[in-house]
C-alpha cells in the first residue's frame, strides 16, 4: 500500500493521460455552468494589481522574502507578468531559491504538479511538504545553483496547457534575472522537468527562441515527455483506466484556458458533472482516486472527438505537433517500459536532431513512469553542470 500511495503522489501523465480529451465538446455555452475554475487563493500576494496590463512580460510585480526549508539557503517569491494562451496578460509567480547572491548558474525547474487546485502549486507544495521534488533541492544548492519553480500551470491551475506553461517559465526566469537583490542578471540558464513538469519545460525550450531570444539558455533536461495527449488518449480507447482523473483533469484545464472555445457542458453525462465539480480543486492524489478505473464513456456522451477546434487547441499543446523546435542542447530520458509511449517522444527528439540540435537521449532499461525518475534525473544534472560549464554538449542523434 505504501508503494501505490507513492506512485499515486509521484506517477504522472500515465495510462490515462488525457483520455477525457477526445471527447471534449466544442459547443455553444448550455444550460450548465461551463468551466468551473478553482476556488481564488487566499493569499493577496497571488493578484496583480492595477499595473499588470502596462507592464511587460517578466517584469517583477511584486516579491516578498519566505522562510527557507533549507539551512543557508534565501527563499524569495516573485510575482510577474506573464501571457496566457490567447495572449491575455496574467499574473504568475516563481520561487526562487538561492546559496546566495550570483552570478551563478540559474535553473528554472518545473515540478509536475498535475493538480487543478490553487493549493497545489509549487508555490505552497514547497512549503507544505508535498512537493516531492523538493527532496533534490539541497544537491542543487550544494552545486552553487539558484533555483527557480514556476507556478508554470498559472492563476486557473489549467492542467494541460503546457504552451501557457511554456511561457510562464521563460517569464519567470526574466523576472529573476530582473530581480536586482539575487543578482542573476547575467547568469546562464538551464532548464529540467519530468513528465507533466517537462510538458512546460519541453514548451519552454522550443518557445524560447521567438518569445524570450534573449535569455542564455545553455541546456535542456527532461523526462517522460508525454509530447502528444490527445494521440495517446485515442489509443487508451473506452477501457477503464487506473489514472483516468489525470486525463479528465486535462479536459477541464483546458477548458479554464480556452472557454471561448471548450465548453464540457453538452457532453457530459450527470456522473461526468459530478466529477467535474468533486475534482474542481483538487490535487492529484484525490484525482487520482476519485478517476480511478472509470473510462470515457462515464463521463462524456460519444462523439465530437473530431471537431476541429477541439483538435487544433491540443494539438497548439502537443511537443509532437508545433511547428516550433528546441534549439538549446537537450538532454532526454525515458523509461524502456513506461506508460508514456516512448516512440512518440523519439520520433519528437528526432526532429530536433533534424533542425541540428545536439540531443542526447538515453532510455532507462526496465524501467516505468515512475522507476525512471530517479537513474534519469541524476544523469539530468550532470549534463546540466557540464552545460554551465561551458562543455561541447554530446548526441547520439543519428
Known amino acids: 500500500m505504501a508503494v501505490r500511495r507513492s506512485i499515486r503522489k509521484t506517477l504522472v501523465q500515465g495510462f490515462g493521460l488525457a483520455t477525457a480529451l477526445v471527447s471534449v465538446m466544442v459547443a455553444a455555452p448550455a444550460a450548465h455552468a461551463g468551466a468551473i475554475y478553482p476556488?481564488?487563493?487566499?493569499?493577496?500576494?497571488?493578484?496583480?494589481?492595477?499595473?499588470?496590463?502596462?507592464?511587460?512580460?517578466?517584469?517583477?510585480?511584486?516579491?516578498?522574502?519566505?522562510?527557507?526549508?533549507?539551512?543557508?539557503?534565501?527563499?524569495?517569491?516573485?510575482?510577474?507578468?506573464?501571457?496566457?494562451?490567447?495572449?491575455?496578460?496574467?499574473?504568475?509567480?516563481?520561487?526562487?531559491?538561492?546559496?546566495?547572491?550570483?552570478?551563478?548558474?540559474?535553473?528554472?525547474?518545473?515540478?509536475?504538479?498535475?493538480?487543478?487546485?490553487?493549493?497545489?502549486?509549487?508555490?505552497?507544495?514547497?512549503?507544505?511538504?508535498?512537493?516531492?521534488?523538493?527532496?533534490?533541492?539541497?544537491?542543487?544548492?550544494?552545486?552553487?545553483?539558484?533555483?527557480?519553480?514556476?507556478?508554470?500551470?498559472?492563476?486557473?491551475?489549467?492542467?494541460?496547457?503546457?504552451?501557457?506553461?511554456?511561457?510562464?517559465?521563460?517569464?519567470?526566469?526574466?523576472?529573476?534575472?530582473?530581480?536586482?537583490?539575487?543578482?542573476?542578471?547575467?547568469?546562464?540558464?538551464?532548464?529540467?522537468?519530468?513528465?507533466?513538469?517537462?510538458?512546460?519545460?519541453?514548451?519552454?525550450?522550443?518557445?524560447?527562441?521567438?518569445?524570450?531570444?534573449?535569455?542564455?539558455?545553455?541546456?535542456?533536461?527532461?523526462?517522460?515527455?508525454?509530447?502528444?495527449?490527445?494521440?495517446?488518449?485515442?489509443?487508451?480507447?473506452?477501457?477503464?483506466?487506473?489514472?483516468?482523473?489525470?486525463?479528465?483533469?486535462?479536459?477541464?484545464?483546458?477548458?479554464?484556458?480556452?472557454?471561448?472555445?471548450?465548453?464540457?457542458?453538452q457532453s457530459l453525462t450527470p456522473f461526468g458533472f459530478g466529477m467535474r465539480e468533486r475534482i474542481a480543486n483538487s490535487c492529484v492524489d484525490d484525482i487520482i482516486s476519485v478517476g480511478a478505473n472509470h473510462s470515457i464513456s462515464d463521463v462524456f456522451h460519444p462523439g465530437m472527438e473530431n471537431d476541429p477546434t477541439m483538435i487544433r487547441t491540443m494539438h497548439e499543446n502537443a511537443l509532437e505537433m508545433v511547428p516550433e523546435l528546441i534549439r538549446a542542447p537537450l538532454y532526454e530520458w525515458h523509461g524502456g517500459s513506461d506508460q508514456v509511449p516512448l516512440n512518440l517522444a523519439m520520433a519528437t527528439a528526432g526532429r530536433y536532431c533534424a533542425a541540428g540540435t545536439p540531443v542526447q537521449f538515453d532510455i532507462i532499461p526496465g524501467a516505468d513512469h515512475l522507476g525512471a525518475i530517479l537513474p534519469g534525473s541524476a544523469n539530468a544534472m550532470n549534463y546540466l553542470a557540464d552545460r554551465f560549464a561551458g562543455r561541447p554538449a554530446p548526441s547520439n542523434c543519428h
Open 39 to 265: 476556488a481564488p487563493d487566499r493569499d493577496g500576494f497571488y493578484y496583480a494589481a492595477g499595473n499588470l496590463g502596462g507592464a511587460a512580460n517578466g517584469d517583477v510585480l511584486n516579491s516578498r522574502p519566505m522562510p527557507s526549508p533549507w539551512p543557508g539557503a534565501s527563499v524569495t517569491q516573485i510575482l510577474f507578468r506573464s501571457t496566457n494562451s490567447v495572449g491575455a496578460p496574467i499574473p504568475a509567480v516563481t520561487t526562487l531559491i538561492s546559496p546566495g547572491p550570483g552570478p551563478r548558474p540559474l535553473l528554472s525547474y518545473q515540478p509536475f504538479v498535475n493538480s487543478l487546485g490553487m493549493q497545489c502549486a509549487p508555490s505552497h507544495s514547497i512549503f507544505d511538504g508535498s512537493m516531492k521534488e523538493s527532496a533534490a533541492f539541497p544537491l542543487l544548492l550544494a552545486r552553487g545553483w539558484a533555483i527557480a519553480v514556476p507556478d508554470h500551470l498559472g492563476p486557473d491551475s489549467a492542467y494541460g496547457a503546457a504552451r501557457m506553461g511554456g511561457q510562464i517559465t521563460l517569464d519567470g526566469i526574466r523576472a529573476v534575472k530582473r530581480f536586482a537583490p539575487a543578482g542573476l542578471g547575467d547568469s546562464p540558464v538551464g532548464l529540467a522537468g519530468y513528465s507533466g513538469g517537462a510538458m512546460s519545460t519541453g514548451f519552454a525550450a522550443a518557445l524560447a527562441p521567438d518569445y524570450a531570444p534573449e535569455l542564455p539558455i545553455v541546456g535542456v533536461a527532461e523526462g517522460g515527455v508525454p509530447v502528444n495527449p490527445g494521440k495517446m488518449a485515442i489509443e487508451a480507447g473506452d477501457s477503464p483506466q487506473a489514472l483516468f482523473g489525470l486525463g479528465f483533469a486535462v479536459a477541464i484545464g483546458m477548458e479554464r484556458e480556452y472557454p471561448a472555445e471548450i465548453n464540457l457542458d
